[in-house]
């Protein structure tokens, strides 16, 4: 059973920056596409990015407007979110998880929180 544990968020002003991390275990992480994804308050949660397994390409929802990167390290068994010119509708709980395309397997954790001040 994979497991993932995301940490990194945090209070940042808007124009601020965080770096989101998250660790997985319970597989073979190498073999499997990433993705992020956030929900705010009374909203559904969406997809943010994704990560492929094989040559590390990358997607990306169209909010993101080239603000946020992923990264993934596999001998580490993690994946990364860093999160550029951050604005107040960024506020939410972000979860990474394994992915098919920009849809997310059943691996939730727990999320981290991210508030961005106006």
């Known amino acids: 059973q994979v497991q993932l544990v995301e940490s990194g968020g945090g209070l940042v002003q808007a124009g601020g920056s965080l770096r989101l991390s998250c660790a997985g275990s319970?597989?073979?992480?190498?073999?499997?596409?990433m993705g992020w994804f956030r929900q705010a308050p009374g909203k559904v949660r969406e997809f943010v990015a994704a990560i492929s397994r094989i040559r590390s390409m990358t997607d990306y929802a169209n909010f993101v407007e080239g603000r946020f990167t992923i990264s993934r390290d596999n001998a580490r068994n993690s994946v990364y979110l860093q999160m550029n010119s951050l604005k107040p509708e960024d506020s939410a709980v972000y979860y990474c998880?394994?992915?098919?395309?920009?849809?997310?397997?059943?691996?939730w954790g727990q999320g981290t929180q991210v508030t961005v001040s106006s």
């Open positions: 319970g597989g073979t992480f190498s073999s499997y596409d």
């Open positions: 998880n394994v992915v098919i395309g920009r849809l997310p397997r059943d691996y």
